[in-house]
């Protein structure tokens, strides 16, 4: 079983809409979560930190729920250059690593 | 923006060359990581480091290696290039503490013809 799951998409979305992407991570000792955005053929670069109260960045909010070990993304008024994959990240404290989701593909269309 | 650099940008080598890839950060970053991408595939992590003079091997197993000699420079060495090695090089980095985000380099992207 992978450590975190993502629905790969793609989800096709109109400008404007409201869109919302769930993650599900295996390890209850995961401490610290994210969301990462990556175009295509681009490195990852952080959108947001995921905190256990959740968190609004703008357009952007994220939510951790540690009883269901799942995290949301949700995006609202989304705008053409939202258009990548966003990666859900788990990090693992005593392992030192970050463990990536396999992206989820968001195309959005005038 | 993250500190983070790597070099060279683009790599176009022949079967059986030796190369180095190049990782350097400036904001004193205690652990680095080398993942390893494929074209529309999720990251792999290959090695990481939590300090100088420490280096682990990742999830996935490669032929490369790594040097942690100073804080800021972790370099993947590839002995001998084979078309298999084809693919997306990212180096990352992340501070100490619980809730330190990774900050990755541009990549490298190695061709083995």
């Known amino acids: 079983r992978k450590e975190v799951e993502q629905d790969p998409g793609p989800f096709n979305v109109p400008e404007g809409a409201t869109v919302a992407f769930n993650c599900t991570y295996s390890n209850s000792a995961s401490q610290s979560f994210f969301w990462y955005r990556q175009d295509c053929r681009k490195e990852p670069k952080l959108l947001m930190s995921?905190?256990?109260s959740g968190n609004e960045d703008g357009r952007f909010t994220a939510q951790l729920n540690r009883a269901s070990q799942y995290i949301s993304l949700l995006i609202r008024d989304s705008k053409l250059s939202d258009s990548a994959t966003y990666l859900c990240?788990?990090?693992?404290?005593?392992?030192?690593?970050?463990?990536f989701g396999s992206g989820t593909k968001l195309n959005v269309k005038p | 923006e993250a500190d983070i650099y790597q070099t060279p940008r683009y790599l176009v080598i022949g079967t059986g060359k030796k190369i180095t890839l190049e990782c350097s950060q400036t904001?004193?970053?205690?652990?680095m990581y080398w993942y390893q991408q494929d074209p529309g595939m999720e990251l792999h992590l290959i090695h990481y480091s939590y300090g100088v003079n420490s280096t682990e091997k990742g999830d996935l197993s490669s032929e490369s290696t790594v040097s942690r000699i100073r804080t800021e420079h972790f370099p993947l060495t590839l002995e001998s290039a084979r078309p298999s090695h084809t693919s997306q090089y990212l180096c990352?980095?992340?501070?100490?503490?619980?809730?330190?985000?990774?900050?990755f380099g541009p990549g490298t992207r190695l061709t083995v013809t």
């Open positions: 990240v788990v990090n693992v404290y005593n392992f030192n690593k970050f463990y």
């Open positions: 990352a980095s992340s501070g100490t503490g619980v809730f330190n985000e990774q900050y």
């Open positions: 995921v905190y256990s």
């Open positions: 904001m004193g970053h205690d652990k």
